[in-house]
């Protein structure tokens, strides 16, 4: 008797094991999905403006997946620390990278990264996107981009050029491009310290988001001349486009997206992105957006072959052009 107990317990423990084993060989399903938290890499620091988008959608999200998205702000080398986390991550849904222009399109060429944007990501979704704002100290002799452009080509000396990194430094160096003028760029360690020394007179330019630069621009304490896209920003109607100011196809305009490790099953994607549309519908969400100067891309854009075929075709328009630019990671 005692021994068919020991050998009952036995084939227990084996069963229970091997039902263990079983259970992590088995696929993830998006019936079960999310059974916890989770997690969104934001590749800037808390309080910016990347970080304020990621805080808005991941909130919403919680309430449609019926689980919390937890931001967890992970800086430095130009996000390349953040999307080789989620790289590394297990390909399971619970770990979201929140992609932007500057980490995904120029990052990837202007640093030597440990994962490969196309082998190492899943796509799920394209969120917004925003122009950027030519911004100038007030003591520049110009009203407008055509008078700055004629400033800029009668000056010898280089201008100070304010630069986060990423983004503005391809704009700056467009810039340059276009009207010849001498450029040297001032690294900063993100675009609100950069404003404050524009704010004090030791910058001459700055390519800035719309919502950081309207205020300042309404206030007199600084200038601003054109947004770099074929359309006015809604947060800023009274300032014109590029074309419209005098540097046709000065166009750029970054975006924010969300990723999933590769491999991560279509259903949990499709979990995820329907989660994000929720959100990017949402009246309060997209008031929110709106506010900080986000322009919520189009429903037929929000899915993930949407995505995965916009960011193609934005490597192959802008990975030649820095790297004719030679721009270096600061």
Do not use: C
């Not at 399109?105 to 704002?133: A, E, G, S």
């Not at 690294?187 to 001459?204: C, E, K, S, V």
Request: charge should be negative.
């Amino acid at each position: 008797m005692l021994m068919n107990k020991v050998i009952h317990a036995a084939l227990a423990s084996i069963a229970i094991f091997a039902g263990a084993i079983f259970a992590d060989d088995m696929p993830v399903s998006a019936q079960d999905f999310p059974s916890r938290p989770v997690t969104m890499i934001v590749p800037f620091a808390a309080g910016g403006p990347t970080d304020t988008i990621a805080r808005v959608i991941a909130d919403r999200m919680g309430r449609s997946l019926g689980q919390a998205v937890v931001i967890e702000n992970v800086t430095g080398a130009g996000g390349t620390i953040a999307a080789g986390r989620v790289a590394r991550a297990a390909a399971d849904g619970y770990t979201l990278d929140l992609a932007t222009w500057s980490t995904h399109v120029v990052t990837p060429v202007i640093y030597k990264v440990p994962y490969d944007v196309f082998r190492d990501f899943d796509p799920v979704i394209w969120l917004t996107q925003t122009p950027l704002l030519l911004v100038s100290k007030t003591d520049i002799p110009a009203n407008n981009l055509k008078e700055l452009i004629a400033w800029l080509k009668a000056d010898a000396n280089a201008v100070l050029l304010g630069s986060a990194g990423g983004t503005d430094q391809v704009a700056g160096y467009l810039l340059q491009q276009q009207t010849g003028a001498q450029i040297q760029v001032v690294p900063y360690r993100g675009l609100a310290p950069a404003m404050q020394d524009l704010l004090a007179g030791r910058l001459d330019l700055l390519f800035d988001q719309p919502s950081d630069a309207v205020p300042q621009i309404r206030s007199g304490d600084i200038k601003g001349y054109a947004v770099t896209a074929n359309k006015r920003a809604a947060i800023a109607p009274d300032v014109p486009t590029v074309d419209e100011a005098g540097l046709p196809g000065l166009h750029l305009t970054p975006w924010h997206s969300l990723w999933v490790p590769k491999g991560t099953p279509k259903d949990i994607v499709a979990r995820l992105n329907a989660a994000s549309m929720d959100a990017l519908a949402d009246p309060v969400v997209r008031k929110r957006l709106a506010d900080v100067g986000q322009e919520i891309v189009s429903r037929e854009q929000q899915t993930p072959e949407a995505l995965a075929t916009y960011y193609r075709s934005e490597t192959e328009k802008w990975w030649p052009i820095i790297k004719a630019a030679g721009i270096k990671a600061e």
